[in-house]
């Protein structure tokens, strides 16, 4: 593994691991008990896949996956802004789900034919879960954007509050460009038409507009993240920081 | 506070080619939402399953006592929600 | 257990009852199980709708104190054991209340229950969760418990009920498990963790001993739930059984049960141990225990918080619904 396939499958574990520690506070507290199954679903697939690309990352200067997500500080993380986003209500967590589940498809599917054997082989199992994800989300945005007055407006204010984020998956850096001509990732930016173009027929169906504004938050692959990341690892991290020499 | 997701009966076809067996039931919207929840509640998405769902409500059921009355459709189903509202309260 | 205080009278004589109850509990009696749609007693279905709500509820609620760690687990395995775990446990709920379903009441309606103080869960999830060590003590002790109660459960005469106690049994033995290793592995740990496994014992030995219930050796309420077999063992038994059962892990595990009266009795070969406090039993109960409204709270907000997503599918599908029948 070179440096920059350590980097990449970190943004890769990093994005699984927040955004599946963000499903987990949900656990017990969802609206239904059938929907607390079905995103506890979702956490543990996303836990599972962080752990697969966290171990790729670390191999090479034999750190563990859990090294990686329990003894590393916010600017050492290099998930995208969008998934350390707080949870806000249901309508904002599936949202979120979304517009991530969305791009990550395209990404693991893309990434299932690399050139390097290990990210094939995760991002093929991966891949599957993914697929059942964005299934999940897409009509759970519909049918929520369609259904009463109310679940109209919070989907609307979910996605306005949330396009700003959704742009830096797509954001190419010198990094992604160097991957992306071994064949071994693909760019950022190819994968974007396909994104616009399924999420463009799930948000016209759901009857949602997307906000205009092509502005994009950014920082996260570059380890400068919101306020919302550090109380996260704060708690997260909590019993590794505070008994060092304990084994769990 | 507006009415209950309907309930849903859950079958499921194992890898092994044997019949739709009787697993469980669920509460969902519609028949879509009820074949992914049933995903989620009760295979955990192991792949090669068959899984049918129907509504509660629409089952028909034989007469349990061989003895027993001849029952009204209206009497049929397996899940009656009638009556005892009141009484289950006190613990 | 999940179901401490469900009374029912004292047994009917066979004198007393009529045809039909002679013959309903022949056909127990004969171990047959009972299927929703046949005749049963009034009374017999008003105890199991209470029995089997409250077992749902106290999974739903169980969910709690151990969520309240999901976020904080050491290691990614252990997270993910944690998260898996208290989905398990929106699983039970699921299964059992479908189970109370066919007894003719909604899980909606019992779920109003449970929200306005009605119907009951049990005592146990009314305890905090402090440490990490506590984690593996709900396992160790808390579903070491549940284990006992509901292993004779799957044979209990009510199909459903019994159907369910299988899928869950199955489930809970799984978490018992990993619930000890947890709890080994901090008792063999640092000093800390050995500290805190001991506390997580001290704190939870009474309660999970209070979760059997009161005494009810001399009580005429449970008869007839053991008459009608939807109640196998006396709350005693399974009492003495879980103390047999955990005083060697405890000392396996080098920890030490909070009780100066634990003594083998050779006589009646199994423990003398001290009775919990009942008036803290009753009094959490009630609704004095350490959580109560915590835990009733955070149940209400996530029920309220969620009409709007409940509703909006609904409304969806009702729409669709309309849409297919007009194109028709």
Known sequence: MTDDRCEYAL????????????LSEWCGHAPALEEDIA????????????????????????????????????????????????????????MRQYLFDAWHIEALSALSRSRDAGFAEIAAKAEKE????????????????????????RMQAALDALWPYAGELFLGDALDARLAAEGVVPAATSLRAAWDASTGAVFAQATLTPPASAFAHKGGRAGRHSEALGPLLAQMQFLQRAYPDATW | MSSEWPLWEVFIRGQHGLNHRHVGSLHAVDAEH??????????????????WVARASDIVASSPTDDGPRFAPDDARIYPHPTLRDEAGTP | ????????????APEEMSEQERAFQARIDRGEKIEPKEWMPEEYRRTLI????????????????????????????????????????????LYLYCAAETLGISRDELIAMLHSGKMKYSSIFNYPTLTWADIGAVGWLVDGAAIMNQVPLQRCSYGPYARAMVRICKEESFHQRQGYDLISKMARGTPEQKAMAQDALNRFWYPS??????????????????????????NDELRQKFV?????????????????????????????????????????????????????????????????????????????????????
């Open chain 1, 11 to 22: 943004r890769l574990g990093d994005n699984a691991l927040i955004l599946s520690h963000r």
């Open chain 1, 39 to 94: 995103l506890t679903n979702v956490a543990l697939d996303l836990l599972g896949q962080a752990q697969l690309w966290l171990e790729l990352a670390g191999a090479r200067e034999g750190r563990s996956a859990d090294d990686l997500a329990y003894r590393r500080d916010a600017g050492a993380f290099r998930n995208a802004l969008l998934v350390e986003r707080p949870n806000g209500d249901y309508g904002h967590t599936l």
């Open chain 1, 130 to 153: 993914a697929a059942y994800h964005v299934e999940r989300s897409a009509e759970l945005v519909v049918a929520l954007g369609d259904g009463t007055h109310e679940s109209h407006a």
């Open chain 2, 34 to 51: 009820a074949l992914r929840n049933a995903r989620d509640v009760y295979t955990r998405r192991h792949e090669g399953l068959s899984i």
């Open chain 3, 1 to 12: 257990m999940y179901a401490q205080l469900v009374k029912t009278s004292r047994a009917k």
């Open chain 3, 50 to 93: 209470r029995q089997i709500g409250q077992h749902a509820h106290s999974e739903i609620v169980g969910q709690l104190p151990e969520g309240n760690w999901i976020t904080r687990a050491p290691t990614l395995q252990r997270k993910a054991i944690l998260l898996a775990k208290v989905q398990d446990e929106a699983g039970h709920g």
């Open chain 3, 209 to 234: 001993l209070m979760m059997f219930g009161p005494s009810d050796k001399e009580s005429v309420h449970s008869a007839q739930s053991m008459a009608w077999r939807i109640k196998i063992n006396t």
């Open chain 3, 244 to 328: 047999d059962q955990t005083v060697p892990q405890a000392h396996y595990l080098g920890l030490t049960v909070p009780d100066d009266k634990l003594a083998w009795n050779e006589d009646k070969r199994a423990y003398d141990f001290s009775e919990p406090d009942w008036e803290e039993f009753y009094a959490v109960v009630r609704g004095d225990g350490p959580c109560n409204r915590d835990r009733l709270g955070a149940r209400v907000k996530a029920w309220e918080d969620g009409a709007w997503f409940r509703d909006g599918l609904a409304a969806h599908a009702a729409k669709t619904r309309g849409a297919k029948m007009a194109a028709e």
